[in-house]
C-alpha cells in the first residue's frame, strides 16, 4: 500500500489551500465592511419587520357532511366530496361571497383585508381522513377567527342546500311510513273488535268467518313488524350519529403569536444581504488595488 502524501486523494488540493487562504485574507482587510454592512442590514431588516402589520393566522379542521344510505350494509354518502369540497372554499367566487358578507369590498387594491384573505386562504385534506384543513390570516386574532367562521359558515349552508332533498325524502318517508304504522293500529283494534262481538253460540255457523278475520288480523301483524322495521331503519339513517350536515371538527385556532412578519427571519434575510453587498464591495475594492498583483 502506497503511503506517499502525494497519492492521498482526501488530502485537500492547492486549489482549495489557496482558495481558503485568500478567503481568510479577503475577511480580514474587509472585517470593518462586513460587520459594519451585515449588521445594518440585519438592524434595518428589523426595522422593517416592526414597521410592516403583523398577521395573526386562523386554523380551522372541517368534517364534510355525510347522508346514512337507505340500506344499514352500505357506507354512508360524503354531502360533497373532500376534493370537490376544497375547490369550493378556494373558487373566487366562493371567495368574493364570503367578502360581501364580510362587508369587504371585492376590488383589487381596494381593502387591504380583502387582499390578506385572498392571498392566505389555503384549503387541503388531510391525508386518509375525510377532513378539510383551512387557514385564512387577519391582521388581528379576532379578523382571523372571524374570516375563518365566515368561510365554514358559508361552506355550511352550500353544502345544507345540497343535502337537503336527500333529507327531505328521508322525512316523507318516515312520515309515511308512521301514517302507515297509525292505520295498520286502527285497523288491528277493529279486527280485534270484530272478534270479540262475536256470538260464541253461532261460532259453528260463523267458522268461515272467523278464520277470515284470523288470516286479516295475522297479514295485519306481518304489515306492522315490517313498518316498524322500516321505522327503525329510516330513525337510524336520519340519527345525527350517521346523517350530518358539514360541520367544525373542533375548535377553531388562532395563533397566539402573529406569523408575519417574523423579526428573527426578517434580521437573519438582511444580516446574509449586508453580508453580500460587503463581500461585492470588497471585491471591486480589490479589484481596483490589486488586480495587476493578482495577474502576477
Same mark, same amino acid.
Given at each position: 500500500m502506497n503511503s506517499d502524501p502525494r497519492f492521498d486523494d482526501n488530502r485537500p488540493s492547492d486549489a482549495a489551500i489557496v482558495m481558503l487562504a485568500q478567503a481568510t485574507q479577503f475577511s480580514r482587510r474587509? &472585517?470593518? #465592511? !462586513?460587520? *459594519?454592512?451585515?449588521?445594518?442590514g440585519g438592524a434595518l431588516a428589523l426595522i422593517v419587520a416592526l414597521v410592516l402589520p403583523k398577521q395573526w393566522e386562523a386554523s380551522a379542521v372541517i368534517q364534510v357532511g355525510q347522508i346514512a344510505s337507505e340500506t344499514p350494509q352500505s357506507p354512508p354518502i360524503l354531502v360533497e366530496t373532500v376534493g370537490r369540497a376544497v375547490e369550493r372554499l378556494q373558487l373566487p367566487q366562493f371567495e368574493d361571497v364570503v &367578502?360581501? #358578507? !364580510?362587508? *369587504?369590498?371585492?376590488?383589487?387594491g381596494e381593502s387591504a383585508d380583502s387582499e390578506l384573505i385572498r392571498s392566505s386562504?389555503?384549503?387541503?385534506?388531510?391525508?386518509?381522513?375525510?377532513?378539510?384543513?383551512?387557514?385564512?390570516?387577519?391582521?388581528?386574532?379576532?379578523?382571523?377567527?372571524?374570516?375563518?367562521?365566515?368561510?365554514?359558515?358559508?361552506l355550511i349552508g352550500a353544502h345544507a342546500l345540497i343535502a337537503k332533498p336527500s333529507i327531505d325524502k328521508?322525512?316523507?318517508?318516515?312520515?309515511?311510513?308512521?301514517?302507515?304504522?297509525?292505520?295498520?293500529?286502527?285497523?288491528?283494534?277493529e279486527l280485534l273488535a270484530l272478534t270479540r262481538v262475536r256470538d260464541p253460540a253461532k261460532a259453528a255457523e260463523r267458522f268461515p268467518e272467523s278464520v277470515l278475520l284470523a288470516s286479516l288480523a295475522a297479514e295485519n301483524d306481518k304489515q306492522l313488524q315490517l313498518l316498524?322495521?322500516?321505522?327503525?331503519?329510516?330513525?337510524?339513517?336520519?340519527?345525527?350519529?350517521?346523517?350530518?350536515n358539514t360541520r367544525l371538527f373542533g375548535p377553531v385556532y388562532v395563533s397566539r403569536r402573529h406569523v408575519y412578519p417574523r423579526s428573527l427571519l426578517f434580521a437573519a434575510g438582511g444580516l446574509a444581504l449586508g453580508l453580500l453587498i460587503a463581500i461585492g464591495w470588497g471585491l471591486i475594492s480589490d479589484f481596483r488595488r490589486g488586480f495587476i498583483q493578482w495577474q502576477r
Open positions: 474587509h &472585517l470593518n #465592511k !462586513l460587520a *459594519l454592512v451585515g449588521i445594518a &367578502l360581501q #358578507k !364580510l362587508g *369587504l369590498p371585492l376590488g383589487n386562504l389555503k384549503a387541503t385534506q388531510i391525508k386518509n381522513a375525510d377532513l378539510i384543513e383551512m387557514n385564512v390570516r387577519g391582521f388581528s386574532q379576532a379578523d382571523a377567527k372571524r374570516y375563518a367562521q365566515a368561510f365554514l359558515d358559508e328521508s322525512n316523507a318517508n318516515m312520515a309515511e311510513v308512521t301514517r302507515q304504522i297509525a292505520a295498520g293500529e286502527a285497523r288491528k283494534a316498524r322495521q322500516r321505522e327503525i331503519s329510516i330513525r337510524e339513517q336520519l340519527s345525527p350519529e350517521r346523517t350530518f
